[in-house]
């Protein structure tokens, strides 16, 4: 059903074939999967008296369970009490990052990043603006990567090309343009430069793109400003595995099951009448309370109506498709109605664990391959130019350090669950078998630690 969907969707023949399959794949993601088919779901006849088929309407109810695994994943993924902590041999090296990513609104970045990226693949654009880092989301649905031979999980080029209409570049600033044409609109991103060009008609194959000069940058980098992001192992391609591709055919199953059963509840508040001939009179016919239908000795009326035994069958259907759909993408199955009683972190756990699996692949994909490829990159720029963070210079970062992440726990512990991990790690300290600053960092997620350097200091302190 999804093929056939995305045959009703208009394809550029112009543009990379991976458009076309990342368009469908955002469609589904935004709700808008629906909005090229020609008829509401109520439409059961065309100007001309014909049926039209369930396939070409739209259906009058939307389930957006694919919206709802990608924004279960990514809240365990990135929320605020789920984000990583930079770690590095240099403590203050680890609280600088933490200071530049906080500025920037890394964690919301990231969350953007994570919910676009989930069709395949997504891009986070780094920038320094007067001394300051900046980072923005690009969706890679119109960008094209090209890495270095030398080295292939290096990127030497990243070009952005798609079509704009006239009105909105006449919007943007842009002269000598139709504001009723269509053109060509393409910057590219190399290790020296972020190159602009001129917009281009459509309707004239034989143009070439020209600089645009003023608005192209020279940014002297040394490294393309672009972090490239698969969203999960596999795919195709430049672009990774879709986060909900195996659930969109059964997500639209259940959106056609309940429109049908919706419609069948309607039927049932307003029945069709079927009087069998003869009838009695060739007056207008009005069904209600107040007004009784006489018919002949011979004839008969009826009521058509949909018993509420299949509208059952519908609901209990659903709730099977919904069942397959999480589990075939590792979504969120818990029930509340089945929690009788406050769980522990541990419990929570096991409970959803198959999309704590998902998220866990995640971590990977834009922590590892998202977060400290950004982080390398301020480090990077810290040596080229004089960056800045709340106001104070930073200075040239240590580009030696190795850099990695510290994840919190997947669910907040219970308090029993704490008292036993502090007895379990004090122990184990006492006993010599774990160092001090080890236990810190262990406790240091669950009781809101960010600096572990710090907080041995302060307990050096306290002791008497």
Same mark, same amino acid.
């Not at 419609?263 to 508040?269: C, E, P, T, V």
């Given at each position: 059903?999804?093929?056939?969907?995305?045959?009703?969707?208009?394809?550029?023949?112009?543009?990379?074939?991976?458009?076309?399959?990342?368009?469908?794949?955002?469609?589904?993601?935004?709700?808008?999967? *629906?909005?090229?088919?020609?008829? /509401?779901?109520?439409?059961?006849?065309?100007?001309?008296?014909? *049926?039209?088929?369930?396939?070409?309407?739209?259906?009058?109810?939307? *389930?957006?369970?694919?919206?709802?695994?990608?924004?279960?994943?990514?809240?365990?993924?990135?929320?605020?009490?789920?984000?990583?902590?930079?770690?590095?041999?240099?403590?203050?090296?680890?609280?600088?990052?933490?200071?530049?990513?906080?500025?920037?609104?890394?964690?919301?970045?990231?969350?953007?990043?994570?919910?676009?990226?989930?069709?395949?693949?997504?891009?986070?654009?780094?920038?320094? #603006?007067?001394?300051?880092?900046?980072?923005?989301?690009?969706?890679? /649905?119109?960008?094209?990567?090209?890495?270095? !031979?030398?080295?292939?999980?290096?990127?030497?080029?990243?070009?952005?090309?798609?079509?704009?209409?006239? !009105?909105?570049?006449?919007?943007?600033?842009?002269?000598?343009?139709?504001?009723?044409?269509?053109?060509?609109?393409?910057?590219?991103?190399?290790?020296?430069?972020?190159?602009?060009?001129?917009?281009?008609?459509?309707?004239?194959?034989? !143009?070439?793109?020209?600089?645009?000069?003023?608005?192209?940058?020279?940014?002297?980098?040394?490294?393309?400003?672009?972090?490239?992001?698969?969203? #999960?192992?596999?795919?195709?391609?430049?672009?990774?595995?879709?986060?909900?591709?195996? !659930? +969109?055919?059964?997500?639209?199953?259940?959106?056609?099951?309940?429109?049908?059963?919706?419609?069948?509840?309607?039927?049932?508040?307003?029945?069709?009448?079927?009087?069998?001939?003869?009838?009695?009179?060739?007056?207008? +016919?009005?069904?209600?309370?107040?007004?009784?239908?006489?018919?002949?000795?011979?004839?008969?009326?009826?009521?058509?109506?949909?018993?509420?035994?299949?509208?059952?069958?519908?609901?209990?259907?659903?709730?099977?498709?919904?069942?397959?759909? #999480?589990?075939?993408?590792?979504?969120?199955?818990?029930?509340?109605?089945? #929690?009788?009683?406050?769980?522990?972190?541990?419990?929570?756990?096991?409970m959803n664990q198959g999309l704590i699996w998902l998220a866990d692949n995640l971590r990977i994909s834009y922590g590892d391959g998202g977060i400290l490829a950004l982080?390398?990159?301020?480090?990077?720029?810290?040596?080229?130019?004089?960056?800045?963070?709340?106001?104070?210079?930073?200075?040239?970062?240590?580009?030696?350090?190795?850099?990695?992440?510290?994840?919190?726990?997947? *669910?907040?512990?219970?308090?029993?669950?704490?008292?036993?991990?502090?007895?379990?790690?004090?122990?184990?300290?006492?006993?010599? /078998?774990?160092?001090?600053?080890?236990?810190?960092?262990?406790?240091?997620?669950?009781?809101?630690?960010?600096?572990?350097?710090?907080?041995?200091?302060?307990?050096?302190?306290?002791?008497?």
């Amino acid at each position: 059903m999804f093929d056939t969907i995305c045959g009703t969707i208009p394809v550029d023949g112009a543009m990379p074939s991976r458009v076309a399959r990342l368009e469908a794949l955002k469609r589904v993601l935004d709700g808008t999967l *629906y909005d090229n088919l020609p008829y /509401q779901f109520h439409e059961e006849r065309n100007g001309a008296g014909e *049926y039209i088929p369930l396939r070409d309407r739209r259906p009058s109810v939307r *389930y957006g369970l694919c919206r709802v695994v990608v924004e279960d994943s990514v809240a365990l993924l990135f929320s605020a009490g789920h984000f990583p902590t930079i770690e590095a041999q240099d403590a203050a090296l680890a609280r600088m990052l933490a200071d530049i990513f906080a500025e920037a609104r890394l964690n919301e970045v990231m969350i953007d990043a994570a919910l676009r990226g989930a069709v395949g693949s997504v891009a986070v654009l780094f920038r320094v #603006l007067g001394g300051r880092v900046f980072f923005s989301v690009l969706e890679s /649905q119109y960008l094209t990567p090209v890495w270095s !031979a030398e080295a292939p999980d290096t990127l030497s080029r990243v070009t952005e090309r798609y079509k704009v209409g006239g !009105a909105d570049l006449a919007a943007q600033g842009y002269e000598d343009v139709d504001p009723a044409g269509l053109y060509w609109f393409q910057r590219v991103w190399d290790t020296q430069s972020e190159t602009w060009f001129l917009p281009w008609p459509v309707d004239e194959p034989m !143009a070439r793109p020209v600089v645009d000069a003023s608005r192209s940058v020279a940014h002297g980098l040394g490294f393309v400003p672009v972090v490239w992001i698969k969203n #999960l192992p596999g795919g195709e391609g430049v672009d990774g595995a879709c986060t909900f591709r195996t !659930a +969109i055919d059964t997500n639209i199953e259940i959106d056609y099951q309940l429109s049908q059963a919706g419609r069948g509840l309607k039927y049932s508040s307003d029945p069709t009448l079927l009087i069998k001939e003869p009838a009695t009179s060739d007056s207008e +016919i009005v069904k209600g309370a107040g007004n009784a239908l006489v018919v002949s000795e011979k004839g008969d009326a009826k009521l058509l109506e949909i018993g509420g035994t299949a509208a059952e069958a519908v609901i209990s259907y659903v709730r099977t498709l919904r069942e397959f759909a #999480l589990e075939s993408v590792h979504g969120n199955r818990a029930s509340a109605e089945k #929690l009788s009683a406050p769980q522990s972190g541990r419990a929570l756990e096991l409970m959803n664990q198959g999309l704590i699996w998902l998220a866990d692949n995640l971590r990977i994909s834009y922590g590892d391959g998202g977060i400290l490829a950004l982080a390398g990159m301020v480090v990077k720029a810290s040596q080229i130019f004089p960056l800045t963070v709340r106001g104070e210079a930073v200075g040239a970062l240590d580009g030696t350090q190795r850099l990695s992440l510290r994840w919190p726990r997947w *669910y907040p512990l219970s308090a029993d669950d704490r008292l036993k991990e502090a007895q379990a790690v004090a122990t184990l300290v006492n006993a010599g /078998q774990m160092s001090k600053e080890t236990g810190v960092k262990t406790m240091a997620a669950a009781n809101f630690v960010n600096d572990v350097e710090a907080e041995l200091n302060a307990i050096d302190q306290d002791a008497p």
